[in-house]
């Protein structure tokens, strides 16, 4: 089973869409090259408009195959690009990740969380998927907002990821999830049942 991906969602200031080849500039600008913005992840900050066009590209090739999906959020009033989000399905589990860029001011950033709010609920009623989680820096700034988002916080893992914008080869991560009861098939009867209830339909049909 392959989850397909939301095209869009709509809010009053934001719309969340899939990346476009012309978005790297802005991207690079605004979050992948930004020093304060990448410094917790465990990636390195971009260094040149190149590079952000390879990791538009590869996210182009992730959503033809369904193996990596990556949204912008952009704002509607001024055109900027205000969050990344991107999703890693493995069903029954998907991995989500966030980054929001520190130039959008409070106002968006508050409607950017409302935005990702949706898009989660989406995700976690999708057909196959029962996990949605997230790793994030046990001393960053995004796991304030996990918990408002309905995950749970299910462990602290050591020396989980590199913060290499730190210079960090190992940090711990507090591990995320939203989970929703998977289906269990019923038990098969044993064949002692089988043949009581076989011997119970002639029985009935005799009668």
């Given at each position: 089973m392959r989850l397909t991906p939301l095209d869009s969602i709509d809010t009053p200031l934001l719309r969340l869409r899939p990346l476009t080849p012309a978005d790297a500039p802005a991207l690079f600008d605004q979050m992948l090259g930004d020093a304060g913005t990448m410094r917790d992840l465990p990636v390195l900050r971009q260094t040149g408009v190149?590079?952000?066009?390879?990791?538009?590209?590869?996210?182009?090739?992730?959503?033809e195959d369904g193996s990596l999906i990556r949204y912008t959020?952009?704002?509607?009033?001024?055109?900027?690009?205000?969050?990344?989000?991107?999703?890693?399905?493995?069903?029954?589990?998907?991995?989500?990740?966030?980054?929001?860029?520190r130039h959008g001011g409070a106002r968006r950033r508050r409607a950017?969380?409302?935005?990702?709010?949706?898009?989660?609920?989406?995700?976690?009623?999708?057909?196959?998927?029962?996990?949605v989680f997230a790793c994030c820096a046990v001393d960053g700034a995004a796991h304030s907002s996990m918990e408002r988002l309905g995950f749970v916080k299910e462990a602290v893992l050591t020396n989980h990821e590199p913060r290499p914008n730190r210079g960090l080869v190992a940090a711990d991560s507090y591990l995320f999830a939203l989970t929703r009861p998977a289906p269990v098939p019923p038990e098969p009867a044993s064949e002692g049942v089988a043949w009581l209830r076989n011997t119970m339909q002639w029985s009935l049909e005799d009668a």
């Open positions: 190149s590079q952000t066009d390879a990791f538009i590209a590869e996210a182009l090739r992730g959503w959020l952009e704002c509607k009033e001024t055109g900027r690009l205000t969050a990344l989000i991107e999703l890693k399905p493995a069903l029954p589990r998907v991995e989500i990740g966030v980054i929001i860029s950017g969380v409302l935005a990702l709010q949706e898009l989660i609920d989406w995700l976690i009623e999708q057909p196959g998927v029962y996990r």
